[in-house]
């Protein structure tokens, strides 16, 4: 059992988040060797003893899942099965529609959506601060003492699953305007005064974790970040050199910061470091931006599924015909190579085991590959969605996509995170996919999009 030392209660239809307990740190080296063992052995036990298959409808299968990811008490947001540690990107990549106000739900599960939201944020920010530094994970080792360490490499997105997440908990207009639709009946916002607190009251760290961010990932010279060193990203388990998705990553990450005042940039120089990185990557003749700048992915013309992270950050517009041009274009190369086969969609088009690190390379070594991994797969079909605006048949190929995944829901009694290529339930001799993934809140969001897009 793992407790979280924040606890949340409404006061005059407000959030409250008070500290009901003191963390404690510590990056000592033997704690790196217990969390990694203890991370081998669920794993394995986990490709034994799978999860309960949950029954029901997929209404009902998807309100178990919320019961069980974000439940209040459950103490903050974990992807489940054996991934038990705190992942930071979770809440701003993988779980990027949590605070959508427009998902059909109950009160209660909206106010567990937002309350545990805050108590994630809220540690993250406290261990952070104890660390001086961001990580990719945070562990808890005991009661109220947690470690962090990196999986494999320093992290691009953290900073930014921070920031996207506060700009969620304090702006009510955020997530509605990063996935815009028609008016849809919404719930209100009960976050606000707290995570305003916590804004102030980490601001010096913040700003402090971001100028050393900026200083030491982009190379100066051009503007992109450095290809002399590694990162760790949605994509961790693969080495790339400077990545699209880095690069994308670290635009929007300073760019929220300039929202949230914690960092001076101008409009004019966030324009000009995004067409640095359009033309860096963009490739005429494939249709794609290219995975990362390394000789293999410009020779073999390299495609990854988290391209599709300029939705949520709002890198493209598809609403600007030059950009809408990119996108329909990544769409014809997605279905050329048939990366959305039998359903979307497929990391790559290739398996790349000399890029992957050793652990993935051994237990599973599709799972960045080609895999398909069902949160790109609902990035894919509500830029399939907005594309569907322009031309009906975008929305057509939504339709079709969205309802394998409701079959999918169905067949499996849960919401896999990862499919093998041939589009079953991803299951090796040491690892296997988890099944009640909170990351059902995206093909929930998607669902709204594509619903009120066809009034």
């Given at each position: ?77 974990i ?26 739900s ?11 939201a ?21 562990v808890?080792?005991?009661?109220h ?15 930014f ?6 700009l ?54 051009t ?27 670290a ?32 490739n ?25 992270i ?14 809408r ?6 769409v ?101 996919s988890?099944?009640?993934n ?18």
């Amino acid at each position: 059992m793992y407790y979280s030392p924040f606890t949340t209660k409404v006061v005059n239809n407000e959030i409250i988040l008070k500290q009901t307990a003191p963390i404690t740190f510590s990056n000592k080296t033997h704690y790196r060797a217990y969390i990694y063992a203890k991370a081998g052995v669920r794993i394995s036990k986990t490709t034994l003893r799978k999860e309960k298959q949950l029954q029901g409808s997929e209404k009902e299968i998807i309100e178990q899942i919320h019961t069980i990811r974000f439940g209040e008490t459950n103490p903050y947001v974990i992807t489940g099965g054996h991934f038990y540690q705190l992942f930071v990107r979770n809440l701003g990549i993988f779980y990027n529609a949590l605070l959508d106000p427009r998902i059909p739900s109950s009160t209660k599960d909206w106010l567990n959506r937002q309350q545990i939201a805050l108590r994630t944020i809220a540690l993250d920010l406290a261990v952070f601060a104890l660390a001086g530094n961001e990580y990719t994970t945070i562990v808890p080792v005991q009661k109220h003492l947690f470690t962090c360490f990196n999986f494999y490499a320093r992290p691009s997105d953290s900073l930014f699953a921070i920031l996207y997440t506060l700009l969620a908990l304090t702006d009510d207009t955020f997530i509605t305007t990063t996935f815009p639709t028609k008016k849809l009946p919404m719930y209100p916002q009960q976050t606000k005064t707290s995570a305003k607190k916590l804004l102030t009251q980490y601001k010096l760290l913040l700003t402090h974790l971001l100028t050393n961010y900026h200083k030491e990932i982009i190379n100066p010279q051009t503007g992109l970040v450095r290809t002399d060193i590694l990162l760790a990203s949605a994509r961790d388990g693969i080495k790339r050199t400077s990545s699209f998705y880095d690069n994308v990553i670290a635009w929007a990450t300073l760019g929220f910061a300039k929202r949230l005042g914690l960092y001076e940039l101008t409009d004019l120089q966030l324009e000009q470091w995004r067409k640095r990185i359009k033309d860096a990557f963009w490739n005429t003749k494939a249709g794609i931006f290219l995975d990362d700048l390394s000789e293999m992915s410009q020779k073999k013309k390299l495609f990854s599924a988290d391209s599709f992270i300029v939705l949520s950050t709002k890198f493209l517009d598809v609403k600007k015909s030059k950009d809408r041009n990119y996108l329909q274009q990544i769409v014809t190369y997605v279905k050329q190579n048939m990366l959305a086969d039998p359903f979307p969609l497929h990391y790559s088009t290739h398996d790349l085991p000399k890029q992957l690190y050793r652990p993935v390379r051994h237990f599973a070594p599709s799972y960045m590959g080609t895999s398909i991994w069902s949160h790109w797969g609902m990035e894919y079909i509500k830029t399939l969605i907005y594309l569907g605006q322009y031309d009906q048949d975008y929305l057509s190929e939504a339709k079709k996509h969205l309802t394998s995944y409701e079959k999918n829901i169905l067949q499996y009694g849960g919401y896999p995170e990862v499919y093998d290529k041939t589009g079953k339930i991803l299951h090796t001799r040491f690892y296997r996919s988890v099944l009640h993934n909170g990351w059902v809140v995206n093909y929930e969001q998607a669902q709204l999009l594509f619903s009120a897009s066809r009034y």
